[in-house]
């Protein structure tokens, strides 16, 4: 270091700071136990960080997801602050102005200070530094654990299928029978062939409207004549969208809601739940009915085309 003496131009008179200088040395009464206890707080947060992501991966309770990275930050904050307050050169730092150009010699004096300044701040605590690092290692390796762990778990076999087939029963939820008189005009319910009660991919929405007058069945398209036996109509619940459950029938204009994205789906005569607003690229697939001799409602056939959005499909040809 070095001061000037006279005006800007004479030659500075070099003044030597020592490194056993007050500004040098740090806050802490007790150096090598501040730095044991540092050292114990950085273990404390990559133990509290390690927890956290065990307790993440295994699904456990709210209090100990909280309690884990709480100490995980603790234990690492506070190490940081105490390292910074109690274990770095107390300062305060301060520099006369001098002639802007060095000579030589002051080249020589400022590259020996830096040198000599990093090596008693970071060399001695390069346990810390390890620790630290390892501290933030582990923080780092949790942080990527939602996106391992609650995506779930990559499907293995899938099957897009449902489990309709000829002749399957319409059950309810419960698993019992779907009769031609359960549900009223206007109504709806959602149904499931029986076996699979709850099933995501088979879930059905069942409606039941008031057929033209002078006819029994309500006829959506060419060729589907019988497949809505007095009123009863029966689509796919799985939006053709992103695959969010089509949850709300609207009598007055006969249409289906997917309360996800708002896609909307005409199910009146004439209409084989056409998308009519919305995002959905394609009409819901309808399930053929009929009504058996005991009045239950049963499938002529499973689905003649894939449920869902059709980029589930994509690779599975």
Known sequence: ???????????????????????????????????????LLFLLGLAGFAGFGAAYWVNASNFWL??????????????MVAWGKYLMPRGPFSESRHS???TEAEKRRIIQDFSSRGK???????????ILGAASAVFGIVLAFPVVRSLGPV????????????????VKIDGSKVHQDDVAYGGMLTVFPEGDAGGALSQTMLIRQLPPAGQVNIVTAPGRESWGPKGHLAFSKVCTHAGCPVGLYQQQTHQLLCPCHQSLFDVGPG?????VFGPAPRPLPQLPLYIDS????????????????GYWYRGND
Request: no cysteine; hydrophobic share 40%; aromatic share 8%.
């Open 120 to 130: 008693v701040v970071i060399e001695r605590r390069t346990f810390l530094a390890k």
């Open 100 to 102: 802007m150009v060095p």
């Open 66 to 79: 909280g309690m884990t990275l709480g100490v995980g930050f603790l234990g690492l904050g506070v190490g």
């Open 155 to 170: 499907p293995k076999d899938f099957s897009i299928a449902t489990t309709w087939k000829v002749d399957s029963f319409l």
């Open 271 to 275: 209409h084989a739940a056409d998308p």
């Open 1 to 39: 270091m070095s001061a000037p003496t006279g005006d800007d131009h004479a030659t500075p008179t070099p003044v030597t700071v020592r490194l056993d200088a007050p500004q040098y040395q740090v806050a802490a009464a007790n150096p090598a136990g501040m730095e044991k206890a540092v050292a």
């Open 294 to 309: 005991g009045g239950y409602l049963r499938s002529q056939a499973p689905y003649d085309e894939p449920v869902g959005p």
